[in-house]
């Protein structure tokens, strides 16, 4: 049975995916789940999967949906043969390997676009493809940290606090993804393929966004303020007669937001009228703040405050998250036919095309579920293929 297409967005390209961990996996996902047609090549036998559990964990499953495996010994030369026999008919080539691996195989860029000058080579290093750190090994919290994440996340003077999530590797995923986008169309132009790479550091780094721009332009060194807004004030999480809430009023809704928490008293109060004054005045204005949530539950809170078109909401537990109603109405928990699980739930792909929408085609492969029927669209004979098998190349 042949592969289903996730999408007819992207049914008409070819990716081979030679990437592991996290980055790499979230930018060939983009692009499966926009129905390229995704060959994850994985090493024969290679039970390995680091931090990601086992292949029938969440964190795996959840990463190489709507994918096809191979397995593919890229050190032996047969093996490289064949990948270059792959890349002839494909579109685009994603790796994360540290930067000389990929000129030690002998499958970088250069030598590639000899074979294919359309081929679109996208890479994803941890600092960078050349510099003083290019051949570090590096991780999402190593990441985080150098990035400058950790000094502006957690409460003052607490020490540093890594993110919940993965954000320097999923945001080089997503950066990753549309460069490659961005080249695809720019192929259309010059019909030239071309390089693109980033890398975690620089990932984190941009999604830092207006902190770093803080330092860039100002020269402000931004601190922790734990869950307060770096800049705008009152902005940041408020105990409740039940639990906690995130209240989050502009500068234009300070007048909106007095009235609804009937703090009517101090919108013009000369210590918390201007966003200057609040800034200054933080301490005292969250503690008159708090004086009042408590004496609401979550819910009434932020019913009153959403009729006052000030934002907010609860601090929900994971399980909280899926039984949202809004949750729910946007299918963000989509249902995968594992045939080792059963039916599961993973995270669907939250942009949305109305025309050529995302769906959940094909299950996590097996490894090398794919290998025999990619050989033998390339022209290997049965007796060539098990020849492979026994020496090891696939």
């Not at 195989?105 to 000899?114: A, R, S």
């Not at 989050?248 to 009937?262: E, I």
């Not at 299918?331 to 059963?342: L, T, W």
Request: hydrophobic content about 35%; aromatic content about 6%; charged content about 25%.
């Amino acid at each position: 049975m042949s592969q289903q297409a996730a999408s007819s967005a992207l049914d008409q390209y070819l990716v081979l995916d030679l990437t592991r961990a996290r980055a790499g996996p979230t930018a060939a996902r983009q692009l499966a789940d926009f129905g390229a047609r995704v060959i994850k090549i994985e090493m024969p036998g290679d039970p390995m999967y680091g931090d990601m559990g086992t292949r029938h964990g969440p964190d795996f499953q959840n990463l190489h949906r709507n994918k096809e495996s191979m397995t593919l010994n890229l050190k032996e030369a047969r093996g490289k043969e064949i990948f270059l026999e792959l890349v002839k008919k494909a579109d685009v080539v994603v790796e994360n390997y540290r930067p000389p691996v990929k000129f030690n195989l002998g499958i970088d860029y250069e030598t590639l676009k000899k074979i294919n000058p359309r081929i679109v080579y996208a890479s994803i290093s941890g600092f960078g493809q050349d510099g003083p750190y290019a051949n570090r090994p590096g991780l999402d919290q190593v990441a985080q940290g150098m990035g400058g994440h950790m000094s502006v996340t957690g409460e003052p003077g607490g020490g540093p606090v890594r993110s919940g999530a993965a954000i320097s590797d999923m945001t080089a995923g997503l950066l990753a993804a549309g460069g490659i986008f961005a080249a695809l169309l720019e192929r259309e132009k010059s019909g030239e393929g071309q390089w693109l790479h980033t890398s975690l550091l620089e990932a984190q780094i941009f999604l830092l966004d207006f902190q770093a721009a803080r330092w860039l332009i100002d020269k402000e060194v931004p601190g922790q303020v734990g869950n307060n807004h770096p800049t705008n004030v009152p902005m940041g999480t408020f105990p409740t007669k039940d639990g906690y809430m995130n209240a989050a009023p502009t500068a234009a809704m300070w007048d909106k937001f007095c009235a609804a928490m009937d703090l009517g008293p101090l919108e013009h109060d000369p210590d918390y009228a201007t966003p200057h004054a609040r800034r200054d005045n933080r301490v005292r204005l969250n503690e008159i703040i708090t004086e009042k949530t408590i004496q609401k539950t979550t819910n009434q809170w932020i019913a009153l405050l959403n009729d006052a078109r000030v934002p907010c909401g609860p601090i929900n537990k994971m399980d909280e998250v899926f039984a949202d109603e809004q949750v729910k109405h946007l299918n963000v928990a989509q249902v995968m036919h594992s045939p080792v699980r059963g039916d599961v739930e993973i995270v669907g792909q939250p942009v949305h095309l109305t025309r050529t929408p995302s769906r959940i085609a094909e299950p996590t492969p097996e490894m090398g579920q794919h290998t025999q029927n990619i050989l033998e669209e390339i022209g290997l004979s049965e007796d060539e293929i098990e020849q492979l098998k026994t020496t090891g190349v696939v």
